[in-house]
């Protein structure tokens, strides 16, 4: 059974940068199978896909936030990152990350089915 | 970006009775890619459906999903105390960014 878990060094202030990773267990990350993915979802709204990405490293981002944003993979330690720059309280949510379906199913950047527990970031001065 | 409008907000209903949530997008989601999620609280999404209606491993057959084009539904057609929680559906068609719905609450009457 994959289990992924998002660690990272807790509140965030404005305009500083949020750093993330994702260590995933139980299986490889470096396969061709899957995409590998963060999604945040704000206190009492829908989640809201930020980007994913590939074994060799190939991103796609959300547009909303692509400015702010990278994605980068360490197949040796079986980890992907997430960091978001200028940080401000509208960036506040619970961030996962998660894994994508099989691309066999369909589009690669498909539904999610293996998500972290995920972690509460605040920013806050 | 398409816009996915999750309706109703909040479905009050008793357990045993059939719960249906609708899903309706801004244009026409290619491959019927859409999928639907449960969420208890303080968890995250778990998947229930994808490809509008392939069961995610694990779903109890009480789950179903339907539609096409723009507009979705998720079924339950049995609910069990377990199954009060709130949904969400997204789609993940070939135009990005993927995107998910606000969600409907589904709640004890």
């Known amino acids: 059974q994959m289990q992924l878990q998002e660690s990272g060094p807790g509140p965030v202030k404005p305009s500083g940068t949020l750093s993330l990773t994702c260590t995933v267990s139980g299986g490889s990350i470096n396969t061709m199978k899957y995409y590998w993915g963060w999604i945040r979802q704000p206190p009492g709204k829908g989640p809201e896909w930020i980007g994913s990405?590939?074994?060799?490293?190939?991103?796609y981002l959300n547009p909303s936030l692509e400015s702010r944003v990278a994605i980068l993979i360490d197949t040796a330690k079986n980890q992907f990152s997430l960091n978001l720059t200028s940080m401000t309280a509208a960036d506040t949510a619970v961030y996962y990350c998660?894994?994508?379906?099989?691309?066999?199913?369909?589009?690669?950047?498909?539904?999610?089915?293996?998500w972290g527990q995920g972690t509460l970031v605040t920013v806050s001065s | 970006e398409i816009v996915l409008t999750q309706s109703p907000a909040i479905l009050s209903l008793s357990p045993g009775e059939r719960a249906t949530l609708s899903c309706r997008a801004s244009q026409s989601v290619n491959n019927a890619y859409l999928g639907w999620y449960q969420q208890k609280s303080g968890q995250a999404p778990r998947l229930l459906i994808y490809g509008t209606s392939t069961r995610a491993t694990g779903i109890p057959d009480r789950f179903s999903g339907s539609g096409s084009g723009t507009d979705f539904t998720l079924t339950i057609s049995r609910l069990e105390p377990e199954d009060f929680a709130v949904y969400y559906c997204q789609q993940y068609s070939s135009s990005l960014p993927n995107t998910f719905g606000q969600g409907t609450k589904l709640e004890i009457k």
């Open positions: 990405v590939y074994y060799h490293g190939r991103t």
């Open positions: 998660a894994r994508h379906g099989d691309i066999l199913t369909g589009y690669f950047l498909n539904y999610f089915d293996s």
